[in-house]
């Protein structure tokens, strides 16, 4: 079955980084282009960026854009998002989420890990 | 960006009522839209993509309808387990933007 893991949420102080993973499994993780969202607590659902396949088409939020960088590693079946340069407005959790569109066009996000906390304050 | 105006915020209701939840956009997105629903501490679950196909496993009472700039979710009779929060999402271009969210509660 489709399993989506995220890892490497916590505590660190506003400037810092931190380093996300999502760990893929139950499906060929090369065929699917994938997207990170993230929830403020009590607050709404915000996309936060998006690659494709191969990793050679990017996008970013404007909120994140210069400071978060996302990428995959297909052998490892693997996301990443390395965030930079953290705010106090940063602090969510975050999700990775499957986009299917490459298989089955326009399909939104079918499958969403569990999430992972950061909190960002000092 | 694309803005997206969800509505209502909060809607009350009770178990076998028909519910319907509105996504407008500020321009046309073709069916480009999808709708999730949320419970409390869990990840968003897909209902329905392209606007009107319904995600596989999901109960037929959930509809979507829509196309351009105005959309719409109906679930047909409510049942306890459908009282959570929904939200809206457009992937017609980036950024991609999700609805403020409506939390649909028991009267």
């Known amino acids: 079955q489709v399993q989506l893991v995220e890892s490497g949420g916590g505590l660190v102080k506003p400037?810092?980084?931190?380093?996300?993973?999502?760990?893929?499994?139950?499906?060929t993780f090369s065929d699917y282009y994938m997207s990170w969202i993230r929830?403020?607590?009590?607050?709404?659902?915000?996309?936060?960026?998006?690659?494709?396949s191969s990793g050679s088409t990017i996008y970013y939020a404007d909120s994140v854009k210069g400071r978060f960088t996302i990428s995959r590693d297909n052998a490892k079946n693997s996301l990443y998002l390395q965030m930079n340069s953290l705010r106090a407005e940063d602090t969510a959790v975050y999700y990775c989420a499957r986009d299917p569109s490459l298989v089955v066009p326009a399909a939104g996000l079918d499958y969403?890990?569990?999430?992972t906390l950061v909190t960002v304050s000092s | 960006a694309i803005w997206m105006t969800q509505s209502p915020s909060l809607l009350s209701a009770s178990t076998g009522d028909r519910v319907t939840i509105s996504c407008r956009m500020s321009q046309g997105i073709s069916s480009y839209l999808a709708w999730y629903q949320q419970k409390p501490g869990k990840a968003p679950e897909l209902l329905i993509y392209a606007a009107?196909?319904?995600?596989?496993?999901?109960?037929?009472?959930?509809?979507?309808?829509?196309?351009?700039?105005?959309?719409?979710?109906t679930i047909s009779c409510l049942q306890s387990e459908d009282f959570a929060t929904y939200y809206c999402q457009q992937y017609?271009?980036?950024?991609?933007?999700?609805?403020?969210?409506?939390?649909l509660e028991i009267k």
């Open chain 1, 15 to 27: 400037g810092g980084s931190l380093r996300l993973s999502c760990a893929a499994s139950g499906f």
């Open chain 1, 39 to 52: 929830q403020a607590p009590g607050k709404g659902l915000e996309w936060v960026s998006y690659i494709s």
């Open chain 1, 112 to 115: 969403w890990g569990q999430g």
């Open chain 2, 52 to 73: 009107s196909t319904l995600q596989s496993g999901v109960p037929s009472r959930f509809s979507g309808s829509g196309s351009g700039t105005d959309f719409t979710l």
């Open chain 2, 92 to 103: 017609y271009s980036f950024p991609y933007t999700f609805g403020q969210g409506t939390k």
